[in-house]
């Protein structure tokens, strides 16, 4: 992989900054700059949270206003990726690759506050963080992320993770995950616990499967086997899955993949796991006990504490948003982003209703932190309310030059949201004369996975 | 020339526009930006620079995947979703910022042994890519090699539905192992 042009690239947009301020004078440039709503000063919009969303949100409020006093406030110095943090888990890529920091953001004028937010008050506008600080503010970005709930699973809980690890949020889970993939004996069992859905990155659990059996084949386990616990029934892009499974890890007809590398059991079929021996690594459901060489159990997860704490997760322990703006339902100054909100009507697999919520992932958090951008803006210069656009792509990465997407297009009309199905779909199964793809479909979208992630990395954080 | 360097600029988040805000064109673009950079200069290798291109060309080659008269991977589905009108306004709004290349430098042999497996590509596109023929020919220089290696691949698959003839002609005279010299060629020239 040759080394990213970013350089070169920032000289680029250096250059065209230094001719600009020469030949446009300043007020021409310059916003006006919106004033705070109690009047007099700059306006001022914290962000909490610093992964994909936020980071998305302070950067485009900057960019849209630069008389904004945009805070964003991130406990972490560095932001490890949660998408193609498989292909680190599978030794696949370097967790360099996927990591940033947040000095792209402060170049652009963000006030980037190491700290952790303990406390919004809504009535006064003031979020208190545990360094001590409190800021005031005129419009709030809520994007914490999720929080796990461990106690769906008998003798599952945080302490366990150190030896069991989630990799639901990247970073060190991330690399002890892989280490112990890597460690694994020929003829080992890898074993993958889902939750019931909705859950962050739908399709992660089965690229993680597949990845993981592309590492078997390629370090010559090829005894290995990965084993998918699934508490649904269905799952996100599972013909394309299954597909892929049959051509590269030798699933066979019967459903299931029984004899084949890679393994997914439904919920209904003895998936839907209640119980961990954690010593023996062991789990087991209503009909089925298996012992795990590793184990990676994915705990359910509802929106961040902090989201909870402010009264803001009251969708079934998700955020509820106003189609137009992501302003959250509860409280007109806070707008709540990413995963931990609720989009549309919840979708479970299997229900012919699925697809009609935005799926929890990086690329929809970032559109609607790009709506919420410019509806803050908007309103805190009295505009009026842009009409917002929504889009996902996301890509899953299978095998070698094995790739294929998901699209999601929605709309507001009427002040609901509208899934634009036109715009909208997996990559074919077949083409349209039921004829196979042809590889190549394949691995194009395996080689744009890399750079939709560079793209995406660098439009949220630099 | 200073609207189109503040609209650029804007795009690029370098002036801050409140007004921008609320203008629709801006949150259409914001759902090309995710893959193909802020502005739609790209930092990633497989995914093209999109600002600077020519209106003709961007309109065409959207329209098409709308048809389905031409193939993608992805894109077919993605612009599908999308009004001929908006289309039509993509194409100008990315057609008015300034190309940025992004100079990807490679050895002087391969300079040299680029420029001669693109002898057949000048007359259309120019001798670095930089000068089109027409407003149908989309710059090279500086676009993504990566990119370039992969559109050529497209090209030369007859099982990949590409509309543009001579296109499809040149690219499948190429030696295989010069396809990515080409595109290396291409990628390394600033003007």
Known sequence: ??????????????????????????????????KTSSGGGKARVVVIGGGYGGATAAKYVKMLDGGIDVTLIEPNAVY??????????????????????????????????????IGVDRAKKVVTTKGGK????????????????????????????????????????????????????????????????????????????????????????????????????????????????????????????????????????????NKLDAKNRTVSS???????????????????KIAVDTGLAKENGWCKVVPMTMASAEDENIYTIGDSCVAGEMAIYGNPNANFD????????????????????????????????????????????????????????????????????????????????????????????????????????? | MRYKLLIAMAALGLVATPALAADPIQGLVNTCNNCHGTGGVSVGHSMPSIAGLSETYLKNILMEWKSGARASANMTRLISGYTDAEIAALAKYYAKLPWTPVVQPVAADLIAKGKDITDRCETCHGVTGGKPDDEETPRLNGQWAKYLELEMLKYRDPAFQMTHKKMIRNTQKLDQGDVATAAKYYGAQSK
């Open chain 1, 1 to 34: 992989m040759s080394q990213i042009n970013r350089r070169n690239f920032i000289k680029a947009i250096a250059a065209a900054s230094s001719a600009a301020a020469v030949s446009i004078p300043l007020s021409a440039c310059a916003g006006p700059g919106a």
């Open chain 1, 80 to 117: 490890t990726s949660c998408p193609l943090s498989n292909e680190v888990i599978s030794g696949h890529r370097d967790i360099k690759t996927i990591q940033t920091g947040y000095d792209g953001l402060k170049k652009r004028g963000v006030n980037v506050l190491q700290d952790f937010v």
């Open chain 1, 134 to 273: 409190k800021l005031e503010y005129d419009a709030l970005v809520m994007s914490p992320g999720i929080e796990f709930h461990y106690n769906g699973i008998e003798g599952y809980s945080e302490a366990v993770t150190t030896d069991i690890p989630h990799a639901w949020k990247a970073g060190e889970q991330t690399l002890l995950l892989k280490k112990q993939l890597m460690a694994i004996p020929d003829g080992g069992k890898f074993v993958i616990v889902v939750p019931k859905g909705p859950f962050r990155c739908p399709p992660g659990p089965y690229e993680r499967a597949s990845l993981a059996a592309n590492y078997f084949q390629h370090s010559g386990k090829k005894k290995c086997k990965v084993i998918i616990l699934d508490a649904n029934d269905s799952h996100s892009k599972k013909g394309l899955f299954t597909q892929a499974w049959k051509a590269m890890y030798g699933w066979e007809k019967d459903g299931m993949g029984t004899n084949s590398m890679v393994e997914w059991v439904a919920g209904s079929q003895g998936g839907n796991v």
């Open chain 1, 286 to 304: 209503d009909f089925v006990d298996m012992k795990a060489d590793v184990l990676n159990i994915i705990p359910a997860h509802k929106a961040g």
């Open chain 1, 358 to 462: 935005m799926p929890k992932s990086a690329h929809i958090a970032m559109t609607q932190a790009k709506v919420a951008a410019a509806a803050i803006v908007a309103k805190l210069n009295g505009l009026p309310t842009p009409q917002p656009y929504y889009a996902n792509t996301c890509y899953s990465v299978v095998g070698d030059d094995y790739g294929f997407s998901v699209a999601h297009q929605y709309r507001v009309v009427d002040g609901t949201f509208k899934y634009i199905k036109e715009g909208s779909g997996i990559s074919p199964i077949l083409m349209p004369d039921k004829s196979p793809v042809p590889a190549i479909y394949r691995k194009l979208e395996a080689e744009y996975a890399d750079g939709w992630l560079r793209n995406v990395m660098a439009d949220a954080f630099i």
